[in-house]
């Protein structure tokens, strides 16, 4: 017997809202199964996990802080995505975003600089647009492939980082930590409500999506992008040009991941430390596979990632899971998504007897 | 030791790990694929070998334990790409968070305990040379197994039939085919031996290189393996050349010592990553077999 993969004649929208879904419950169920095989709380821990974030305003509002820079960076990585182009490595431009930003405060320490916020954000987005565009440059002139030189850059970033935190950039007065100085009040983005951490960065990453919205979905360029995704042969013969697109989604993805890392440290941060991004970059790609790629989907994908990691750390202090839970959390989460959305796209076809 | 010695000795062994997991993916991308999970794979390896040797004092089951569990985390990834026909970036990098993940949850309770590594072996003869021969000579079993099977594995590749069909099915997956090869059985077969050999690599550094359990101790290396095979241009010869180079870049300020230089660490950290877009720039016009 052989069994074989049928494409659906149109993709259901049954798949597009069934496959996370579907995900999450055999996610849940499967972490049921291996807490308990560790001979952790399981029950107590998927409580934890997926409703003490809700139980708050406290910790709802810590959920809305992580979504902000996961759901702007995974926008900007999907429009690149749809289109055939993969930059996984978010993770650099954020980091680079976050360093152009931090130079402001760095050097003028007691905010003596014009709009001061607005340059760290320009700087910020426009440094992870021109780290990014290093990748399209090598892939449209030499066809480089960007998946590994994206992903070298990240590394290259996280290097960069590590020089400057523990040589020109240190805090002098910071025990030695490798972290800049604290950033004047001038160089912190406003919040939203009173006594909690969200600021208007989740405004940034809204209006992101409402752009990638348009986009995608209602501009003629998404309708580019889509076919060089979908059929590049057929893009191929309208005429749409390969490397505008290859340089446009780039650039907008090195753009959000900018934005993101900026907001970051004039955020919640306050300054530039090590562990500036704490693997967003990677996590925002797990957002926009589990988001479908599409926009709307997508802030409803980094609500949940958020609502996780917030659950996590409460978890890790009602059950005793390991940090390490969520990153299996969303291992799995991303793997069943991406076994269920084929499982509903396509049909499956089993053939006895000899093979076809 | 001298600086010098101190290196001579040292850099096979931080180079082991590296090859390890590179000749695997190697072997994975040579059959059209590209699994971007290897450090998870290898921090799962690490963290199984590590639990294995620190209960039975057995290193050669905490290698096959690590090569087994790590080679079904990658079937995973190839249920993913090969049967489900998922996209293969976001599937490696799934199976690479999942990982990592098993390994910090597995590991957890083994935090800085530490366990005995292998003793080092010298050749027979040639470790009398003086200044080469107690460094560069004497290794740990692993190391000349590695050495060995790296040859096997050039031989394999280069000489067989089995090595002409794996080229095959990356050149023109259609065409082989249409001859008659099971595509999807040989690259599976080509996932779970990338896996298996992370395993090793994870082992390797967990239970000999540093024998003590610390999470996130794969600290990049599976990153650096998949930068090599592209260094190395998918190459068994270049990939071990590229090994011992990176090997001994990873020992950073150490080598700087020895050179007498002073460069800042983070330089020599990122140079694996800047040849590697280099020779990805060098290579790509003649070659599109990633991506």
Partial sequence: ???????????????????????????????????????????????????????????????LLKMAPLLLIAQGLAIGF????????????????????????????DGNFPLMLLAMILAGGLGGMAFASIAAGLRTRFGASEILVTLMLSLIAVQILNYLLLGPWKDPRGFNFPQTVRFPENALLPLLFENVRPN?????????????????????????????????????YAGFSTPRMIWLTLALGGLAAGIAGASEVAGPLGQLQRSVSSGYGYAAIIVAYVGGLRPVGIVASSFLISVLYIGGDSATVSAGLPVAAVEVFQGMLLAFYLLTFTLIRFRIHFERGAAA | MSALEFLLAGTLAAAL?????????????????????????????AAIAFICVYHTDAHSLGFLAAALVSAVLALIFAALVIVVQANQVAAGLAVGVLGLGLSALF??????????????????????IPVVGPTLLTQDIVVWLTLLGTVGLWYMLNKTKLGLIITAV???AEAARAIGYPVGLIRTIAVAFGGAMCGLAGAYASTVYTPLWADGMIAGRGWIALALVVFGTWRTGRVVFGAILFGVLSLGELTAQAIGVAIPSQVLASLPYIVTILMLVAISRHQTRVG
């Fill in chain 1, 1 to 63: 017997m052989k069994l074989r993969l049928i494409r659906r004649d149109a993709a259901s929208r049954l798949a597009m809202f069934g496959a996370p879904v579907l995900a999450l419950v055999l996610t849940c169920l499967t972490s049921l199964v291996l807490f308990a095989a560790l001979g952790l709380p399981a029950g107590k821990a998927l409580h934890a996990l997926l409703l003490k974030p809700f139980l708050s305003w406290y910790s709802f509002s810590e959920v």
């Fill in chain 1, 82 to 109: 749809r289109a055939n182009v993969f930059n996984i490595g978010a993770e650099g431009q954020f980091i680079i975003g976050a360093l152009c930003a931090s130079a402001f405060p760095v050097y003028f320490p």
């Fill in chain 1, 200 to 236: 208007i960065s989740l405004i940034f990453a809204l209006g992101g999506s409402l752009f990638a919205y348009l986009m995608m979905e209602k501009h003629f360029l998404g309708y580019q992008l889509r076919t060089a995704g979908l059929a590049p042969k057929a893009a191929l």
């Fill in chain 2, 17 to 45: 790990p590296l090859l390890l997991a590179a000749l695997g993916e190697m072997v994975v991308e040579k059959t059209g694929l590209l699994n971007l999970g290897l450090e998870g794979m290898m921090a799962i390896g």
């Fill in chain 2, 107 to 128: 590991g957890k309770s083994y935090e800085s305990q530490t366990i005995s590594g292998l003793e080092e072996i010298g050749l027979p003869v040639l470790s009398q």
């Fill in chain 2, 170 to 172: 990356g050149e023109s």
